[in-house]
T-cell receptor, first 113, second 116 residues
Framework: SQQGEEDPQALSIQEGENATMNCSYK?????LQWYRQNSGRGLVHLIL?????REKHSGRLRVTLDTSKKSSSLLITASRAADTASYFC?????????????FGAGTRLAVHP | GAGVSQTPSNKVTEKGKYVELRCDPI?????LYWYRQSLGQGPEFLIY????????DSGLPNDRFFAVRPEGSVSTLKIQRTERGDSAVYLC??????????????FGEGSRLTVL
């Protein structure tokens, strides 16, 4: 089963615009991670936010986490055509003695030149 | 290589056949995960290894699926009597540790399985 639910399922924007993707989840987490996947490739880790953090930045990425609403958002500023990919949130729970990552269905982002 | 390596990258087989998919994790990573990804979906957890043992196989869909990691490094996912519904991309990921740290995963490029 997939705990995270991303929205929108698909997003189409022009280069230079900002892209915002949202993730909601159901249970308590240790941290939440965002991954990127180019078509036909594996997933690449982008950024991690711990359950006691509210906001985190990395380059053009900004992640927020609201544990009371069980939701997170990923903002990509000044998007580029190369940002075109699918983006997945993964909730991380410490379960059974290890970090278990459960992924959402993803947001497919298309950035047009 | 420095990353997670998966072979084959593509496998086409007939319904009812047996398939093995191999994963070579990053050297020194003790935690290894298998996920399955259907078209347009996110990765679905299958099994987790800590060292040689399968610590959590709750995601394996049925007893046709089995995975091993005999020496705590390379892992093989085995699918018996394949069905058309098994068609998907099988992703392997490794992590430095599974029980400590933050759980950041390093993924391979996946093995695309097509069952005709």
């Amino acid at each position: 089963s997939q705990q995270g639910e991303e929205d929108p399922q698909a997003l189409s924007i022009q280069e230079g615009e900002n892209a915002t993707m949202n993730c909601s989840y159901k249970t308590s987490i240790n941290n939440l991670q965002w991954y990127r996947q180019n078509s036909g490739r594996g997933l690449v880790h982008l950024i991690l936010i711990r359950s006691n953090e509210r906001e985190k930045h990395s380059g053009r990425l900004r992640v927020t986490l609201d544990t009371s609403k069980k939701s997170s958002s990923l903002l990509i500023t000044a998007s580029r055509a190369a940002d075109t990919a699918s983006y997945f949130c993964a909730t991380v729970m410490f379960s059974g003695g290890y970090n278990k990552l459960i992924f959402g269905a993803g947001t497919r982002l298309a950035v047009h030149p | 290589g420095a990353g997670v390596s998966q072979t084959p990258s593509n496998k086409v087989t007939e319904k009812g056949k047996y398939v093995e998919l191999r994963c070579d994790p990053i050297s020194g990573h003790t935690a290894l995960y298998w996920y399955r990804q259907s078209l347009g979906q996110g990765p679905e957890f299958l099994i987790y290894f800590q060292g040689t043992g399968a610590a959590d196989d709750s995601g394996l869909p049925n007893d046709r699926f089995f995975a091993v990691r005999p020496e705590g490094s390379v892992s093989t996912l085995k699918i018996q009597r394949t069905e058309r519904g098994d068609s998907a991309v099988y992703l392997c990921a490794s992590s430095l540790t599974g029980g400590t740290g933050t759980g950041e995963l390093f993924f391979g490029e996946g093995s695309r399985l097509t069952v005709l």
